[in-house]
């Protein structure tokens, strides 16, 4: 027993030199390398990351976070990057995987279990507040802003991609990795959902509008 | 209803004009921000790691004492089972245990034909038995001491109590010279010398009392100290020293205290002297159990002794009033 302690001890001690100047090698060897990398990218895709991840989340904070996710992500297989997509679309994808990560993190375990059961958290959920740039533009833009939300997330996903980000449909493609008709329709669809709810919204307004000059009329 | 119909084409450009927006954050702290994060996600893994690392040595090396402890405990029931035909010699404890349970189921049957009588516990004859705690090595251990074991020797008994003060047990010790003159003197040096805890008893012995031979051979006096705790505890005291003496041929004990005749005990009284019951025909069968609430307990198995019982017991492995067992050679 005594022996086969001491075997054991000495086979750990062994591996974990062995795992330590492995990791020590490969840190020194790969650490200026990789800072390089995200210096690189930063200069290149940061904002726009950032801004896509944002109009995902609609949260400044999240999408702070899920930004150093991303070059996280990338930094870890970046040398796994084959280059067959471009170093753009390559971040676009790695960006949305990860807020569709943040997405089901999210989630809770009862949506897990029940997810077509209503907890009334439609009612309850707080709405995000409207960023300072959005704020001071028209109403029609704000209320674009809020309807961009209720889409789903592939819609929003190739709304963002096309119109705010400026993405070709080939490069939304990529990104999502679909075919380019897929993208088509989904952005047709995408358009039509936001058409209905911007009148349904606008309705609503019209609605709000034409009670307030009729109090006036009292007055 | 304002703008009722909206072209997709607006919807396009209004998409288009949603604001840009950056982060504020300079390139050096969203770095720094994201070295943080990756020392946090690298330390939490390997801590796990490392506990997990810790527990499967823990639960191994558990595993393994205990399947090295239950292999020796399987081995010896094994060698205990064939031990128990006709050997005498039966040092180990588990050996012991297995020797006690069929002893009880025989005796339970025996008990069947005869009448028994459980209130009167303290009847004991000296049929009684005792486990040894001592391991294999120890050969001087005896199961049982046969009328032709003693014919160079002679034996000694004395009354021990358990470890739950519930019962005295008789412990018989073969003694190679023995004098029967001396008879008083062998006893307070064996209360000196058993070692009461390897039968499961209590160590109840050496007493703090000073033993002589009385006026007779039959009578045994007993001098207390001022204060003795045996005056307190003069019950247990009392049923131990007739138990013993009583199988030494004394009839009668007289008590003095530092020198004064006379004792003045807790619970009996004063007292100058008690006569020694006799021996009542009884065979008592003590077997080392277990208390669901306190651990080990004696069990008390035992028989008014008639001749017909007599009669079996001799037929059998073991005799009447020769069996003494528990035993050891000194």
Known sequence: MWKLTEFYNKIKAEVCNFCLGLTTIFMNGCGEMKDSVFHDLYEKYHQEIYQFIFYMTKNRETAEDLVQEVYIRVMKAYERFEGKSSEKTWMYSIARNVTIDHFRKQKGWKDKIFPNFDWDRQLLKDEEPIPEEVAIKNDEIQDIYQCLNRCTTNQRSVIILRYIQGLSITETSEVLNWSESKVKTTQHRALKAIKKLMEDLSGKEGHRIEKIPLERKRN | ?330
């Open chain 2, 1 to 330: 209803m304002r703008r009722s119909r909206w072209k997709e084409s607006e919807i396009e450009d209004m998409l288009r004009e949603l604001p840009k927006l950056k982060d504020d954050r300079t390139k050096a702290e969203v770095f720094a921000r994201i070295h943080d994060k990756k020392k946090k996600k690298h330390w939490i893994p390997l801590f796990a790691g490392v506990a997990s690392l810790f527990l499967m040595v823990v639960l191994a090396s558990s595993l393994i004492i205990e399947k090295k402890g239950t292999t020796n405990r399987e081995g010896s029931g094994s060698s205990g089972k064939l031990s128990l035909s006709e050997s005498n010699e039966m040092a180990d404890l588990e050996r012991q245990d297995a020797s006690n349970k069929e002893n009880l189921s025989e005796d339970k049957q025996e008990n069947q034909e005869f009448s028994s009588n459980q209130a009167k516990i303290e009847s004991k004859d000296k049929f009684s038995e005792m486990e040894p705690r001592k391991g294999e090595k120890d050969k001087t251990f005896e199961q049982a001491i046969y009328q032709e074991d003693l014919k160079n020797a002679s034996i000694i008994t004395m009354g021990v109590p358990d470890d739950q003060m519930n019962f005295i047990v008789p412990i018989s010790i073969k003694l190679k010279h023995y004098n029967e003159s001396d008879t008083l003197n062998q006893l307070v040096n064996q209360m000196s010398d058993i070692d009461e805890a390897q039968y499961g008893l209590s160590d109840y012995f050496p007493l703090d009392i000073k033993i002589s031979q009385g006026n007779d051979t039959t009578t045994a006096h007993i001098d207390f100290p001022e204060k003795s705790q045996l005056l307190d505890e003069d019950t247990l005291f009392l049923h131990s020293m007739e138990e013993t003496l009583s199988y030494n041929n004394i009839e009668k004990m007289t008590f003095s205290t530092e020198g004064k005749q006379g004792a003045r005990f807790a619970h009996a009284g004063y007292l100058k002297e008690v006569d020694i019951p006799h021996q009542k025909i009884a065979h008592t069968f003590f077997t080392k159990g277990m208390s669901p609430l306190q651990g080990s307990l004696f069990q008390v198995i035992w028989v008014i002794g008639t001749l017909r019982r007599r009669c079996k017991l001799e037929k059998g492995r073991r005799t009447s009033r020769e069996f003494h067992l528990q035993s050891r050679m000194t």
